[in-house]
């Protein structure tokens, strides 16, 4: 079990910061939890100590990440809760066939696995022809697929709406900064930010997502992406891990991929 490392300022400081975030008062939280508003406020002030059971319901009410649920009970003094195991460990065998049988599943279409982080866990054959031409170094070691789209040096080149893909992967980097606090996606975010390519957020014209267009040499792809995560996961790891499927955005795309 990895244990996440409490932060400063003790669970009440968490708990207060927490049900901020989520933009809820005591008395909305107090109400959802069972939880008297009185006693509430005396938990966010160190004035009284939750139990472990109170800290578990007040991070359920404010769907707070599995893994910072632990630094939540760190702080109060309590042992984690969720565990975190790899991939490769043996109990987690129902995870992999899973993962293996949705990315096949995708096939002739692009799909993959990963982590919070956006750190590629696994991906299906599709996607290796559309890494055409990135640079080596960020195909090396651990992979961030963001990374890997949004780099001078990757697929942004190719991207021809790449101002209208960046400001949607950037909206959603900020959003999921928003839910989970991981200062990580903020240090992405904000690396992100800094490269080349501008932002562009269109007006809405009727489509019904944003596209990734992307230059090949078969000609231009336009893919819409769908995203697949494990809704009942109690272990950080799988609840963490998320499957994201670039799938035809037009029939031209979908007749390419099908043709290999």
Do not use: C
């Not at 939750?50 to 009410?61: E, F, H, K, N, T």
């Not at 630094?71 to 899973?98: F, K, Q, V």
């Not at 930010?193 to 019904?208: K, T, W």
């Not at 799938?247 to 290999?260: E, N």
């Amino acid at each position: 079990m990895t244990q996440a490392r409490p932060e400063a300022g003790g669970v009440g400081v968490l708990l207060k910061d927490w049900r901020q975030r989520r933009r809820r008062s005591q008395l909305e939280l107090s109400s959802e939890s069972g939880i008297s508003t009185r006693h509430l406020s005396f938990v966010e002030t160190g004035r009284s100590k939750p139990s472990r059971d109170m800290v578990l319901r007040i991070a359920d009410q404010l769907e707070v990440p599995l893994r910072e649920r632990n630094t939540l009970l760190l702080a109060a003094g309590y042992a984690p809760a969720y565990d975190e195991r790899t991939l490769e460990d043996d109990d987690m065998s129902a995870i992999r066939e899973a993962l293996d049988l949705i990315l096949t599943g995708y096939e002739p279409f692009p799909a993959l696995v990963v982590d919070r982080d956006w750190n590629l866990v696994q991906a299906n054959d599709a996607v290796t022809p559309l890494l055409d031409g990135v640079a080596p170094e960020l195909l090396a070691g651990t992979v961030n697929v963001l990374r890997l789209s949004l780099h001078p040096d990757g697929m942004s080149s190719r991207i021809v709406n790449l101002a209208e893909w960046r400001g949607h992967l950037l909206d959603r980097l900020a959003r999921e900064y928003a839910v989970t606090g991981s200062e990580s996606t903020k240090a992405l975010h904000d690396e992100l930010l800094d490269y080349p390519g501008g932002i562009s957020h269109p007006a809405p014209d009727g489509r019904i997502a944003v596209p990734m267009r992307l230059r090949t040499g078969t000609g231009e792809l336009s893919f819409i992406s769908t995203v697949t995560t494990f809704g009942t996961a109690v272990d950080i790891s799988v609840a963490e891990l998320t499957v994201e499927a670039f799938l035809p955005a037009d029939a031209a795309t979908a007749a390419a991929l099908r043709a290999g």
